[in-house]
């Protein structure tokens, strides 16, 4: 059974830093592009963040690049992303995806979710 857990979100004045982590177990990121997606009210996921299992090449959607990084540690199956100067905008539920290995990172080619984790950034 794949399992994605997140941790590290809560809640930062505008300008703040956060480190999400995601540990996986039931699955081995060389058959995965590992990413986070998130989600506010109203809105679809949106595809924040995605690396490859073997080129590590990175995605980042145009409103967080510069200020997110995507990163994974192999021997501890665990994904993380820092976010650096955080807006009010970046406000939503954070989650955690594994995704097709050669696709772009998009909602159809998510194959396993997150829990989610929140993130409010106040003004």
């Known amino acids: 059974q794949v399992r994605l857990v997140e941790s590290g979100g809560g809640s930062v004045q505008a300008g703040g830093s956060l480190r999400l982590s995601c540990t996986a177990s039931?699955?081995?990121?060389?058959?995965?592009?590992m990413g986070w997606f998130r989600q506010t009210p109203g809105k679809e996921r949106e595809g924040v963040s995605c690396i490859k299992w073997y080129s590590r090449s990175t995605y980042y959607a145009d409103s967080v690049k510069g200020r997110f990084t995507i990163s994974r540690d192999d021997a501890k199956n665990t994904l993380y992303l820092q976010m650096d100067s955080l807006k009010p905008d970046d406000t939503a539920m954070y989650y955690c995806?594994?995704?097709?290995?050669?696709?772009?990172?998009?909602?159809?080619?998510?194959?396993?979710w997150g829990q989610g984790t929140q993130v409010t950034v106040s003004s």
């Open positions: 995806v594994a995704v097709r290995s050669d696709t772009t990172c998009s909602g159809p080619n998510v194959m396993y």
């Open positions: 039931g699955l081995t990121f060389d058959g995965y592009q």
